[in-house]
């Protein structure tokens, strides 16, 4: 299951998401280790912590596989026109122009 997290963890960074394809696997690692950690501290046994540790690899893996399925969206996706002199940095302008006159009132 750690190759897989880690295979989807490198095809999502270059994907686009860059550190953020970083998060889940990082959430999953710390997650593993608290829940060992408590289980250990309130006198179980480690082992018993293996559900736990499984359960944060699938999610893991679910939203890994999602990132890797789609990239970011970007400026362009939000406010794309049909024309053909669409330009996404005056789109990305035109669209936070939008929003925050929508704020405004």
């Known amino acids: 299951m750690g ?4 295979i989807l ?4 960074y270059r994907k686009g998401w860059k550190a953020i394809a970083l998060i889940p696997i990082a959430v999953a ?16 046994s480690p082992p018993m ?7 944060a690899d699938l ?3 679910a939203i890994l596989a999602g990132l890797t399925a789609r990239g970011p969206k970007t400026a362009s ?3 794309a026109q049909d024309d053909p002199s669409f330009v996404p940095l005056k789109a990305a302008s ?7 006159s929508h704020r405004a009132s």
């Not at 963890?9 to 999502?12: E, K, R, S, V």
């Not at 912590?49 to 359960?55: E, K, L, N, R, S």
């Open 3 to 6: 190759i897989l997290e880690v």
């Open 9 to 12: 963890t490198i095809t999502a």
């Open 29 to 44: 690692l710390l997650f593993g280790i608290a829940s060992g950690l408590a289980i250990k501290a309130s006198g179980g």
């Open 49 to 55: 912590a293996a559900p736990f540790g499984f359960i």
């Open 59 to 61: 999610a893991c893996v």
């Open 77 to 79: 996706d939000f406010c």
């Open 94 to 100: 035109a669209c936070l122009r939008a929003d925050t």
